[in-house]
Nanobody, 122 residues
């Protein structure tokens, strides 16, 4: 069983930056693909970025060039660095994990964190 705990959310002005962290425990972190998803009020949860156990990455078109997903296997942590934030990035951001290969489908992730709120003001 893998436990995931996100941190780093907050309120930021448009154009600002934030770094989200997700600390994992209870499994062999290096063998898991990690993903960041987000859910805005009234909308479905959507993929933001994923990184496989072999460090293959995927980004949603809406965040390409602005967000970077990285992982520190020594510290069992995955990060989401967010630059040039926009009001439309406002959402609860969730960290998720699944064995080995990455996926853009939320229903293919086995483990989820509790989420962290990101609010971008205009």
């Amino acid at each position: 069983q893998v436990q995931l705990v996100e941190s780093g959310g907050g309120l930021v002005q448009a154009g600002g930056s934030l770094r989200l962290s997700c600390a994992a425990s209870g499994g062999t972190f290096s063998t898991y693909a990690m993903g960041w998803f987000r859910q805005a009020p009234g909308k479905e949860r959507e993929v933001v970025a994923t990184r496989s156990s072999s460090s293959r990455t995927y980004y949603a078109d809406s965040v390409k060039g602005r967000f970077t997903i990285s992982r520190d296997n020594a510290n069992n942590t995955v990060y989401l660095q967010m630059y040039s934030l926009k009001p439309e990035d406002t959402a609860v951001y969730y960290c998720a994990a699944r064995p080995w290969s990455t996926s853009m489908r939320r229903d293919e992730y086995d483990y989820w964190g509790q989420g962290t709120q990101v609010t971008v003001s205009s």
